[in-house]
């Protein structure tokens, strides 16, 4: 992944995260940088549903597993699935319930947001 500026707001981050205050912005950061070098095209696909489509291979795939484990281990409200549809062609739909909703807006502005930095 690139260096390149990344925010660290956490002002949407849920009380139900259990994340140490301390590292917010650093999960935030890393999620920034990820999808800035990753994400293709974001759709919503529900209010409680969300698409990510991105690019890349295997380090990409590595790289997504490992924080959307991270991110599911202090905020379990998360539901992640991924899926490849070619060799670099990751589809990562993220769904929460209704009471976290506007998390999910907050990410899908971030996605939105770092895609179109590129």
């Given at each position: 992944?690139?260096?390149?500026?990344?925010?660290?707001?956490?002002?949407?981050?849920?009380?139900?995260?259990?994340?140490?205050?301390?590292?917010?912005?650093?999960?935030?950061?890393?999620?920034?940088?990820?999808?800035?070098?990753?994400?293709?095209?974001?759709?919503?696909?529900?209010?409680?549903?969300?698409?990510?489509?991105?690019?890349?291979?295997?380090?990409?795939?590595?790289?997504?597993?490992?924080?959307?484990?991270?991110?599911?281990?202090?905020?379990?409200?998360?539901?992640?699935d991924m899926s490849r549809s070619g060799?670099?062609?990751?589809?990562?739909?993220?769904?929460?319930?209704?009471?976290?909703?506007?998390?999910?807006?907050?990410?899908?502005?971030?996605?939105?947001?770092?895609?179109?930095?590129?």
């Amino acid at each position: 992944m690139s260096h390149r500026h990344v925010t660290t707001d956490s002002s949407w981050v849920p009380d139900a995260c259990t994340l140490p205050t301390a590292q917010r912005p650093l999960r935030l950061a890393e999620f920034d940088e990820f999808f800035r070098d990753t994400v293709q095209g974001v759709d919503r696909l529900s209010a409680r549903q969300l698409r990510l489509r991105l690019t890349g291979g295997a380090r990409v795939e590595r790289t997504a597993r490992d924080l959307t484990a991270r991110e599911s281990s202090c905020c379990s409200f998360f539901a992640f699935d991924m899926s490849r549809s070619g060799p670099d062609a990751l589809t990562l739909d993220v769904r929460v319930p209704a009471a976290h909703v506007d998390v999910l807006d907050a990410l899908a502005d971030r996605a939105a947001a770092a895609a179109g930095a590129r």
